[in-house]
């Protein structure tokens, strides 16, 4: 975790130092799509397994969290200290009703 974080604050201070440089702006801007890509890109690949799975409880829970922050723009910090809990809540329970079943792996 040392490199990125050394990246990141070395990034930092060049942007505190040179951030009102229109081409360091226009540079981030460029950047921050691609940023965005790369986002969609993992949200996507970490959705597959649950859509494949059909579970109706991690779909309710995905489609509750999207609402939450795309339509109601709630905060993301927010939303996942709501969301953490109910889903280990909501998730716990069947994984160990599942698991002393032994007709039922996991």
């Known amino acids: 975790m040392l490199p ?3 990246i990141m604050t070395m990034l930092a201070i060049i942007y505190a130092r040179y951030g009102d440089l229109d081409v360091l702006r226009r540079s981030l801007a460029g950047i ?3 940023a965005v890509g790369l986002v969609i890109a993992v ?3 970490m959705m597959t397994p649950l859509l494949k799975r059909t579970d109706p409880l ?3 829970l995905m489609a509750g969290v999207f609402l939450a ?3 109601f723009a ?3 910090p927010a939303v996942l200290l709501v969301a953490i809990p109910v889903s280990v809540g909501a998730t716990f329970p069947a994984a160990e009703s599942s698991s002393m079943n032994p007709d039922n792996p996991i």
């Open 58 to 60: 991690a779909l309710i």
């Open 32 to 34: 921050s799509c691609a």
């Open 69 to 71: 922050i795309g339509c």
């Open 74 to 76: 709630c905060r993301f």
């Open 4 to 6: 990125p974080t050394l």
């Open 43 to 45: 949200v996507v690949r």
